[in-house]
């Protein structure tokens, strides 16, 4: 593959593919993949899914996108599918996760400013990722990926994963307006916080009247066994941002608010130009139909304890092995020392995997994956990991 006209901004493996279908991918030499990436939690029902690819050839063939001068019937459909799928009141759409995480932070400030709160405030969090625009990037809490792009924006407070502690000693800051936090925190490591953490955010944007607004750009649609992963904990957030699994692959992400700053974004406010278009609102809407027809929350809650208990089962007993992990869909197997190369040594047994905090092997195959495959990853990647951690 020739790069030269690419930004070298990415560290690729070199590797093309041209072809997919469920859980496999084809590269250009016709060789085959098992696919336990899914473009990053993107591909949610796999590669080339028959209903979903048919339904975007339909929806191409008749209108792709109009702007949001006008109505558009299918984002409307879709704002009504995601409100009643969530509890959530009203949606607007963009065209990834970093979009939706502005328009969070947006709104946060327009509701703060809207109530004479000076230079509004946003707690987040260690380790977080939101994305990669300067106000996405400003919330998450990795230095590495922050660095040479100072000055970042004000107006965030870092505290601590997991440590209400830290949150209530902020309490008495009155220009704070809201906690933005990832359920789980996919690129931060699969960190799963304890029970009740959710719960306890909750009571404190209550007792403060601050907003808890919640990243499942990675963690929704189903990636951890439930719609959506406040769900666990029932409680209800004011603003959530979705993208990844929500589209399939087709681009679409979402803000969505309810209560008190259901309307805060009025005519004017924000806006973009290819968000929630006809095009994608139906894959969106393809997507959703086929979760939901098919049980496909239930399913991924199944294929997750398969996958803990198969590789602790495995890997048992490996003091290197700190920690295996998986919410969902969401696994993590923490090492003791980083292991990115593990990446290749899949590769090389034709199965795709992540490492994400230099030390977290991850894997986030596709919702429709069944036993056998997850059998067949365990089977694979434990001697690999055993191989590695031998070394
Ligand atoms: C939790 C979370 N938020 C936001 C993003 C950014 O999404 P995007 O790359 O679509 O902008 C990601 C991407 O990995 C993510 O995991």
Redesign the pocket.
């Known amino acids: 593959m020739t790069t030269t006209h690419l930004m070298p901004n990415y560290a690729r493996q070199p590797i093309v593919f041209t072809k997919g279908s469920g859980v496999y991918l084809w590269d250009s030499n016709g060789e085959k993949y098992l696919d336990v990436l899914s473009g990053?939690?993107v591909c949610a029902l796999g590669h080339a899914h028959p209903t979903l690819s048919a339904a975007i050839a339909d929806q191409a063939a008749t209108l792709i996108h109009t702007s949001n001068h006008y109505g558009i019937e299918l984002q409307s459909q879709l704002a009504d599918k995601l409100a009643n799928l969530s509890g959530m009141e009203t949606a607007f759409f963009c065209n990834?996760?970093?979009?939706?995480?502005e328009a969070a932070i947006k709104l946060a400030r327009y509701w703060g400013n809207s109530q004479s709160i000076e230079n509004p405030k946003v707690i987040v969090m260690e380790g977080s990722?939101?994305?990669?625009?300067m106000g996405?990037l400003s919330a998450t809490g990795n230095t590495k990926i922050q660095k040479g792009f100072e000055p970042l924006l004000q107006g965030f407070i870092r505290v601590s994963y997991n440590n209400i502690e830290e949150i209530q000693n902020l309490t008495s800051d009155k220009s704070i307006v809201a906690i933005l936090v990832?359920p789980v925190q996919?690129?931060g490591g699969v960190n799963i916080p304890s029970t009740g953490y959710l719960q306890k955010l909750r009571e404190i944007c209550n007792q403060n009247n601050w907003l808890l607004m919640l990243?499942e750009?990675?963690?929704g649609i189903g990636r951890t066994g439930k719609w959506f992963a406040f769900q666990h904990e029932n409680i209800m957030p004011d603003v959530m941002?979705l993208?990844?699994g929500l589209g399939g692959g087709v681009p679409i992400?979402a803000c969505l608010a309810t209560g008190k700053v259901a309307q805060t974004l009025q005519a004017g406010t924000h806006g973009s130009t290819f968000g929630g278009n006809p095009l994608a609102c139906r894959a969106a809407l393809t997507v959703i139909d086929v979760i939901e027809k098919q049980g496909i929350c239930e399913h991924v809650e199944k294929m997750g304890l398969r996958f803990l208990n198969g590789f602790r089962a495995e890997l048992k007993g490996i003091s290197n092995v700190k920690e295996i992990r998986a919410k969902g869909l969401m696994v993590g197997i923490e090492l003791d020392r980083p292991c990115a190369e593990l990446v290749k040594l899949a590769l090389k047994e034709h199965l795709l995997i992540n490492v994400t905090a230099d030390k977290t092997i991850r894997l986030l195959p596709p919702l429709i994956i069944n036993e056998t495959q997850v059998d067949e990853i365990i089977q694979i990647l434990s001697p690999l990991i055993r191989k590695f951690l031998s070394e």
Do not use: I, M, Y
């Open positions: 990053v939690a990834s996760g970093a979009e939706a995480n990722f939101h994305g990669r625009t996405a990832e996919g690129e990243d750009v990675q963690t941002c993208a990844k992400g």
